[in-house]
């Protein structure tokens, strides 16, 4: 059973707390010389990326040690899958972004229970904007309520990779393409704001790209879903995703759907995490 949001208020001032520290840690390194590398699937990593990692282990573990911890930039540790709460961490979400000097990269930070995240915080230090939620206590910008914008008479706006966009307008969809935000938590939480009206990913988002922006879409009454399995879930030993769509209208469901399953399908039954496709 969820407890109750007061339960995890102070769950998320410590987020709010260590994201802003982050933030200025990171942006230290924003628009400078930064020493970048690649790793799996041709990610890029940079010296800032680990030094935040550093710091939010040290501090959110040195607050919650009984918490469990799982981050992009740290080796994943099984003992995680036994915690009841797990910290799920991004450091910096949009790397590629932050290399190149766009200023929508994120801190993406959560507090997962049971599979399920209860406290998140998605920050862009440099637009200044703090996206936050605890589970059953509402979404927030900037200390405020997030009240969804509608955009009366124009088209959808939905950023999509490419073979997406062929996909939905071969069904017949129309929309216009919308800003490709390097941070996938950056472009989900502004689907909650109405500035996005639909938001995708293709195959392979892991944990800590989705959770604190699930959360706050979720507290929005935003449909989120892995369009194969349905709301995702967190915290499991595979912490990879299939082909996910946040949608702020509803109507866009089907065709949206569609063209995600057509274009990267869904795992089968049989599928190891190897074969799991990122593409």
Same mark, same amino acid.
């Given at each position: 059973m969820t407890l109750p949001p007061s339960i995890y208020s102070d769950d998320l001032e410590l987020l709010r707390s260590s994201a802003v520290a982050a933030g200025i840690i990171a942006s230290g390194f924003f628009r400078r010389d930064v020493k970048s590398w690649t790793k799996d699937h041709d990610s890029p990593v940079s010296e800032a990326d680990i030094l935040v990692d550093r710091y939010l282990a040290a501090s959110l573990l040195a607050a919650r040690p009984s918490y469990g911890w799982l981050s992009e930039e740290t080796a994943d540790n099984p003992s995680r899958l036994d915690c009841e709460r797990v910290f799920v961490v991004d450091p910096i979400d949009g790397t590629r972004g932050f290399l190149r000097g766009e200023d929508s990269w994120t801190v993406s930070l959560a507090v997962v !229970?049971?599979?399920? @995240? +209860?406290? *998140?915080?998605?920050?862009?230090?440099?637009?200044? !904007?703090?996206?936050?939620?605890?589970?059953?206590?509402?979404?927030?910008?900037? *200390?405020? @309520?997030?009240?969804?914008?509608?955009? =009366?008479?124009? @088209?959808? #706006?939905?950023? /999509?990779?490419? /073979?997406?966009? %062929?996909?939905? %307008?071969? /069904? *017949?969809?129309?929309?216009?393409? *919308?800003?490709?935000?390097?941070? #996938?938590?950056?472009?989900? +939480?502004?689907?909650?704001?109405?500035? #996005?009206?639909? /938001?995708?990913?293709?195959?392979?988002?892991?944990?800590?790209?989705?959770?604190?922006? &699930?959360?706050?879409?979720? !507290?929005?009454?935003?449909?989120? =879903?892995? +369009?194969?399995?349905?709301?995702? %879930?967190?915290?499991?030993?595979?912490?990879?995703?299939? &082909? #996910?769509? &946040?949608?702020g209208d509803m109507s866009l469901k089907p065709l949206v759907h569609a063209a995600l399953i057509k274009v990267y399908g869904c795992p089968s039954e049989t599928e190891t995490p190897q074969q799991t496709t990122l593409t």
């Open positions: !229970e049971n599979g399920v @995240p +209860v406290a *998140g915080v998605v920050y862009a230090p440099v637009r200044d !904007e703090m996206y936050d939620a605890i589970k059953g206590g509402g979404a927030r910008l900037n *200390g405020k @309520p997030i009240v969804r914008s509608r955009r =009366a008479g124009a @088209p959808p #706006l939905i950023p /999509a990779p490419g /073979a997406v966009h %062929q996909e939905m %307008q071969s /069904a *017949g969809l129309h929309y216009s393409r *919308g800003p490709m935000y390097p941070s #996938l938590a950056y472009r989900l +939480v502004q689907v909650a704001t109405g500035k #996005l009206d639909a /938001a995708v990913s293709r195959r392979g988002s892991q944990d800590w790209d989705i959770a604190a922006a &699930a959360l706050i879409l979720d !507290e929005t009454g935003i449909g989120f =879903a892995d +369009v194969c399995s349905g709301f995702p %879930q967190f915290n499991k030993r595979d912490t990879r995703h299939g &082909a #996910l769509a &946040a949608l």
